[in-house]
Nanobody, 124 residues
Framework: QVQLVESGGGLVHTGDSLRLSCSAS????????MAWFRQAPGKEREFAAA????????YYTDSVKGRFIISRDNAKNTVYLQMNSLTPEDTAVYYC?????????????????WGQGTQVTVSS
């Protein structure tokens, strides 16, 4: 069992930056592919970014490429999402997810563990 706790959300203005953190309870979180998904009001949960267990491979959805950076510190069992140049379209609840996997998963149904989410609101 893996418990995930997100933090770092908040209210910012267009063009600002935020860094989200996801702390995993399992000691061997290094075995897990980790990802960030987001869900805007009235929309389905969508993939944002993912990182392989080693941190050597990352994958981003097109709308965040060049603005968001996913990283991980396995010694701290923590995954980060650095979000730059935020726009109102980035407003959503951001969820951390984990799956024991050697590949980078990008679909909601591939992930076994989810955090409770953290709200990110970007005002214009």
């Amino acid at each position: 069992q893996v418990q995930l706790v997100e933090s770092g959300g908040g209210l910012v203005h267009t063009g600002d930056s935020l860094r989200l953190s996801c702390s995993a309870s399992r000691r061997k979180s290094a075995d897990y592919c980790m990802a960030w998904f987001r869900q805007a009001p009235g929309k389905e949960r969508e993939f944002a970014a993912a990182i392989s267990w080693s941190g050597g491979n990352t994958y981003y959805t097109d709308s965040v490429k060049g603005r968001f950076i996913i990283s991980r510190d396995n010694a701290k069992n923590t995954v980060y999402l650095q979000m730059n140049s935020l726009t109102p379209e980035d407003t959503a609840v951001y969820y951390c997810a984990a799956v024991r996997s050697t590949w980078v998963a990008t679909r909601v149904e591939e992930y076994d563990y989810w955090g409770q989410g953290t709200q990110v609101t970007v005002s214009s």
